[in-house]
């Protein structure tokens, strides 16, 4: 069994910053890309940030300048550093891995349970 478990959300004010965190763990022989996903209500799920094995990010352009991916592989977690939050960013934060469990020959997308970031004054 394979699990990803996102924690770090809750609620900060316009302008706050908060760390997301989110830690693979199981039976996992190797993760390719790692990212985070948002959704909030009635929106669908969008792409926030992606990071690849050796590092290489990706944002989605509303984010870009004030949210920072990292993973630290030895841990198979990956972070999402998020500064300058606005009202906007609110909503369920998700985590996404690629990754290949011990015995497989495939890679599968694996999905966190969801961590809540609200952004209010």
């Known amino acids: 069994q394979v699990r990803l478990v996102e924690s770090g959300g809750g609620l900060v004010q316009p302008g706050g910053s908060l760390r997301l965190s989110c830690a693979a763990s199981?039976?996992?022989?190797?993760?390719?890309?790692m990212g985070w996903y948002r959704q909030a209500p009635g929106n669908k799920r969008e792409l926030v940030a992606t990071i690849t094995r050796d590092g290489s990010s990706n944002y989605v352009d509303s984010v870009k300048g004030r949210f920072t991916i990292s993973r630290d592989n030895a841990k198979n977690t990956v972070y999402l550093q998020m500064n300058s939050l606005k009202p906007e960013d609110a909503a369920v934060y998700y985590c996404n891995a690629d990754l290949q469990s011990s015995g497989q020959t495939w890679y599968t997308h694996y999905w966190g349970q969801g961590t809540q970031v609200t952004v209010s004054s």
């Open positions: 199981g039976r996992i022989f190797r993760i390719n890309v």
